[in-house]
């Protein structure tokens, strides 16, 4: 159980570098570093602390918005730029988790 734990605290912390770095070569930062770097880790945290009571669904609608909220917080964009993006991404993050879940379940039956 703490193995599991732990590795999705690495997973979220994966997650929001890459969110962070896809952000930021699209669009130019609003905030300082150190208050860009806390509204990541603050978002994340919540990701992370939500993940482990929510269903699958809430948890994709949960990383849309904690993305859309960060993003149109931190970074000069758009709302309708904002929605797309954060689409994009959430989209991007469901495909990859089926296609990892699809490959893990065909070396174990855990």
């Known amino acids: 159980m703490i193995?599991?734990?732990i590795c999705f605290a690495i997973l979220f912390a994966v997650e929001a570098a890459i969110?962070?770095?896809?952000?930021?070569?699209?669009?130019s930062a609003k905030k300082l570093q150190p208050a860009l770097s806390m509204s990541f880790v603050l978002g994340y945290l919540l990701l992370f602390f939500l993940s482990?009571?929510?269903?699958?669904?809430?948890?994709?609608?949960m990383f849309f918005f904690i993305n859309l909220?960060?993003?149109l917080f931190n970074f000069k964009c758009s709302a309708?730029?904002?929605?797309l993006q954060s689409a994009f991404l959430t989209f991007s993050n469901g495909a990859s988790e089926v296609l990892v879940n699809l490959i893990?379940?065909?070396f174990s039956f855990d």
């Open 3 to 5: 193995k599991e734990r």
């Open 19 to 27: 969110a962070w770095f896809y952000y930021s070569n699209i669009y």
């Open 52 to 61: 482990i009571y929510a269903t699958p669904a809430l948890n994709l609608l």
């Open 69 to 71: 909220i960060l993003l």
């Open 80 to 83: 309708k730029a904002g929605i």
């Open 104 to 106: 893990l379940t065909s």
